[in-house]
């Protein structure tokens, strides 16, 4: 469904949750939506919304960074330019960044192997195995790169990164991820009602049949 969002539109639209969660919870899924949806006139409209309404520039510059793990670099690099145009901080360094100590990349994977256990609770060694069983070096950069050097970053709290990850696999209609990272929000805390309300501002970005499919793979979710 393609609408023109304005930035008084949008605040309609997260009213609801604003309210009741905070603004964030309403603008970082709203904002993952868009970027999935390769909306990228809409990006900035949503960015500006959310800053006036007191959402960090760190918690956007964190939604922007994870979208990788689901969309690619290419995604990530247009939200991130955009973002940047809009705050002014454009820094030209010819630098190369300095290499991961053996330390940090051993944290990454103690905190890694953590959340995913978290997230996948009781299933995580049948995940090990499936997963092992097509790519070990998929399941390394996964528990390493994904839950580990990205989801565990400081910025965003867990509950608003997987409620953030839910609006992006809504999109893209990946639903074997959809279902276990629903589950994953389930899991750390986040309220039914708030994903189902989630998946539902996913309508402005996608078809009404990915939006009947994300609400149904929940109903199964919340019973299992």
Not at 187 to 210: D, H, M, Q, W
Request: charged fraction near 20%.
């Amino acid at each position: 469904m393609r609408q023109n969002l304005d930035e008084s539109c949008i605040r309609r639209v997260g009213h609801g949750i604003d309210r009741r969660y905070g603004p964030s919870y309403f603008y970082a899924p709203f904002l993952s939506a868009a970027i999935a949806a390769r909306r990228d006139k809409v990006v900035p409209v949503i960015i500006s919304a959310a800053l006036n309404e007191g959402v960090t520039p760190r918690l956007i510059n964190e939604v922007i960074l994870q979208s990788h793990l689901f969309l690619g670099f290419p995604a990530m690099i247009e939200a991130s330019r955009i973002f940047a145009d809009m705050m002014g901080n454009h820094r030209r360094s010819d630098r190369l960044p300095e290499a991961y100590s053996a330390r940090e990349c051993r944290e990454w994977n103690v905190g890694g192997t953590a959340k995913i256990r978290k997230i996948y609770g009781s299933s995580f060694d049948r995940l090990v195995t499936y997963v092992n069983s097509f790519s070990p070096q998929i399941l390394t950069w996964m528990i390493n790169d994904g839950y580990g050097q990205v989801l565990s970053r400081p910025g965003a709290s867990f509950r608003l990164r997987e409620l953030a990850i839910v609006a992006t696999l809504t999109v893209t209609a990946y639903e074997n991820q959809l279902w276990a990272h629903i589950r994953g929000a389930l899991k750390v805390g986040v309220a039914p009602a708030l994903i189902e309300k989630t998946i539902s501002n996913c309508r402005y970005f996608c078809p009404p049949a990915k939006i009947t499919s994300a609400q149904r793979i929940l109903s199964k979710a919340v019973l299992s």
